[in-house]
């Protein structure tokens, strides 16, 4: 699960490299997860902290999921809890694009999304597994409603082009592939186990046992271990009223499917962060970041950049910009907590330490891009009964089908969801251009239907993206073991938060609970030295 | 995938009893879908018929999806189609239950449902599966909106009571065990291959590309090919915020899991009516017999109870008795279908031919129970984190969670669904003493808070339902050769509708798909014969 674990000595990015030229974008989802990369469970609610700390004064940076959580919790307890946001409007990377939601990326080029009324489109944090108990909670106490994020679905296609794959441009069902390779590998195994293979390592009644699991698992022959197709892949005719029983498919070659890189992204275990129950809020992710903002949106103060941070025993001292009047100002406080995304604190100048200067820039952070489309027409559903999921292939992305409105008479699809070298290109694009090759990729999957159904599109590229510059931080093993401990304890008065202080990067709650463990930490700092606040600024 | 596939003679009810000896109910329910008994798709639409039949009359008897699905696609040409229901509400089967629904069973016990407002339990048909094209087509066309029916959530708890099995009577999570014998049997077959024990079947590419697979599918170290946990079977302590990576759980011995009979519930594949996406109404499945009932309830006469049928050549007399005045009448029509369960309409006098009755009392009806029990808190999702799903048992039931309502403060459970002689053995009870024994069945898994919490139940036995006398028509393969094909043809005048007609039984696209075949054969038949109406009742 780790790589101790695995026992190699491999780097995780070259693992994943090598994955990804195999098996495309999904397979290094899948494989994030086996190296606990992206794995995640949350703590169930926010530290029960005793004491009180009126009068004293913490600053917070970003109003982010973070910043957010930081206020809320702190500002019980007495604290003084300033949020100082660039953007204007709460929430950090928790977007929701829709009608008039207008994006400027740092190369100056300004999407307005015009998507009609009731379609929208997560560009950022779109998924909630149900382990992430610290995002969960705020839903629920914030009163945000929930519905299923549907996030696997074997009847959506599966479409490759590569070199000796029978199916190469051609798009098939998942569910061929899924069933056919739980077949053939217990037809093998179960004759391995029939032919005495195993008579060494299990006992006759084990045999037994595990013969008669693979016959069922597989969906073989009982008598002579075969497999031959089971309903679960898909008839050829579909059982249907009066005398019609249906007509079972035959599955594919084993040698075939062998060939066929998509058996390299399945799992006996959906990995950790991919796990159903997956939810995500009724009209938008941002949901989330509005339920915050009705319990801490007094607190924020916005377009307010941060332009210099200076941090030290007794205090820190933040200059801020104000974007509209262009004037600076010093904010002080007794503490600060900064959830500004290491790709943007690390070009903000400030008075840190050496080891927690170089710890900030040692992650790389992710480019990553998403595109919105939306269509006129739910074809994936009326032509080929696709409700939510992916659409898997090795040619730059997925596709993924909108959870919500099922049956509806527009929808909303994520055209593609890129990263790495596949995201820079893409980002270099014009929003245009950004479009036709979203629409050049489905077409390849849906045909035709894919562009003459397309009403609108929205994309956005996360290292382009002002006071974001990339998606999520990424630690190497390296950077983990080196730099990334000196981050999680303070720096003179200034503590830092967000989705990089945990080891759930990419997800809210890492960025939520990296606050409720560092609130914890600013408390006992602050009550260990009876504080008092500073004067106001 | 069907019985001559197997190459096997034995009998399926039979190899059902055997199965359900060994798995429990969960595994009946996945045997039955491999061999084609409760496998289904619907075609896409409604037949498209030509010509008027303006002034022609089919009585239809009964309001269930198959009766009004005649209704409204047979009005739709010209023709008259009254109705008869003795039921004082349309939908048959397709029923919820909500605070105040109604239900006296053949036995005169009364229930009346004290759920609070805003609860529901669906004690007929709960789930659509996407491939039931032809339920999804009304539920579009009647505007009825879906959410998604999570059916599979493998961190729900399994449950077992058995010899042998080392977690006897001790509630674990399903992923431990779907991911231990997914890395285990990766384990052995890799092995195996790496021995040279496939050398004859495989060539050296090919072995090379199987053990990549096995290495990825099953979670093992590249080089030992051994199997030491995978995170998607979970954690000992999750990954968090600031230096902790989590703790990986290690895996079970794969001897115990062999002595674990949940594991013959495991497919490769789902079978096809399990498969996601699976969908249910928004507020409860009867949403669609009112969709239904909005297009031709002014057809639909209720409290009518049908006594007698008289079909020929020339038309259809049925007689019918009033139930409020007791009153009997005679209706007469050119056509009839009749979708009376046969479990019904085997007790009603009938000049049907020898061989039309003969095959009328061929099937089988399942004896099948549901319990639904409303709790004041959601602790499944509180305690247990289970957003859905299905806890899987040995005990006589799965529990099954509700998809709706997510966090919400009260929910309603599937306390249980049984069938065969346990369904009759706790149908024998009275309400009270079957809410009775659902808390205990619940309390092994979730212990005394399911009594705590408990405060409404609700249940149905369909066996004891007055005009279902059963779940659903059950044909063993025997009577599917000898008897099914003669009814679905037409005696005389008269021709059957309804799930039991179909391939898809105890389906509700069963019910429509076979409404579809039937009106096309009576309009064909009436058009042949250039028919006019009869005079009216």
Chains 1, 2 share one sequence.
């Not at 991919?274 to 801490?296: C, H, L, S, Y």
């Amino acid at each position: 699960m780790t790589d101790d674990r695995n026992g190699t000595s491999m780097k995780r990015r070259d693992f994943l490299r090598l994955l990804g030229a195999a098996g495309g974008t999904a397979m290094v989802f899948g494989a994030m997860d086996a190296w606990g990369l992206a794995s995640a469970q949350s703590a169930e609610a926010p530290p029960s902290l005793d004491g009180r700390a009126d009068g004293k004064r913490v600053i917070i940076l970003g109003a982010g999921l973070a910043g957010m959580t930081s206020a809320f919790e702190l500002s019980k307890l007495g604290y003084e809890t300033p949020i100082l946001e660039a953007r204007d409007f709460a929430g950090g990377r928790v977007q929701t694009a829709r009608r008039g939601f207008t994006l400027t990326e740092v190369t100056g080029v300004t999407q307005r999304c015009t998507f009609d009324h009731g379609q929208h489109f997560n560009h950022g944090p779109w998924r909630i597994p149900y382990h992430h108990r610290s995002t969960l909670h705020y839903t629920n106490l914030f009163d945000v409603p929930l519905h299923i994020m549907v996030n696997d679905n074997d009847n959506a296609w599966d479409y490759r082009e590569e070199e000796g794959n029978p199916w190469s441009g051609e798009r098939r069902r998942r569910r061929e592939f899924t069933a056919d390779m739980g077949g053939y590998t217990s037809q093998l195994l179960a004759k391995a186990v029939d032919q005495g293979a195993l008579d060494q390592e299990l006992s006759e009644d084990d045999r037994e046992r595990l013969v008669n699991y693979l016959v069922l698992y597989g969906g073989l022959d009982r008598d002579e271990l075969e497999y031959r197709g089971v309903a679960g892949r898909g008839y050829d005719e579909d059982p249907g009223p009066g005398t019609n029983p249906g007509v079972p498919s035959d599955p594919h070659a084993f040698g075939d499917l062998l060939r066929n890189s998509v058996i390299n992204g399945f799992r006996a275990a959906e990995g950790h962060t991919q796990k159903n129950t997956m939810f995500e809020p009724v009209g938008g992710m941002d949901a989330i970041a509005k339920g915050f903002e009705r319990a801490v949106g007094g607190m924020i103060h916005y377009g307010q950049e941060v332009v210099e941070i200076q941090t030290n025993d007794d205090g820190v001292v933040v200059t801020v910009e104000d974007k509209r009047s262009g004037e600076t100002r010093e904010v002080e406080a007794d503490y600060c907590i900064c959830t500004i995304p290491l790709s943007v604190l690390s070009q903000i100048p400030a008075n840190f330490s050496t080891d927690f200067a170089a710890a900030i820039r040692a992650p790389t952070y992710a480019t990553t891009g998403k595109m919105g489309l939306q269509f006129g027409r739910r074809f994936w559903e009326e032509d080929d009964h696709i409700y939510g999921g992916h659409t898997t292939t090795n040619i730059g992305t997925n596709i993924t089908y909108p959870s919500y409105d099922w049956q509806g008479e527009k929808g909303t699809v994520l055209g593609y969801y890129n990263f790495g070298s596949t995201a820079i290109e893409v980002s270099a694009m014009s929003p245009e251009e950004r479009i036709r090759y979203a629409l050049e990729l489905g077409k390849k999957v849906h045909g035709d239907v894919y562009e003459r159904a397309f009403e609108s599109g929205f994309s956005v590229a996360w290292h382009l993206v002002p006071y974001s510059l990339g998606g999520w931080a990424s630690w190497s093993s390296d950077a983990r073991r080196d730099h990334y401990p000196r981050l999680t304890e303070p720096d003179g008065r200034l503590f830092l938060a967000g989705e990089h202080l945990s080891y759930m990067t990419g997800w809210m709650s890492g960025a939520i609970e990296s606050a409720w463990l560092q609130i914890e930490k600013l408390h006992e700092h602050a009550h260990a030295r009876g504080l008092a606040g500073v004067s106001r600024a």
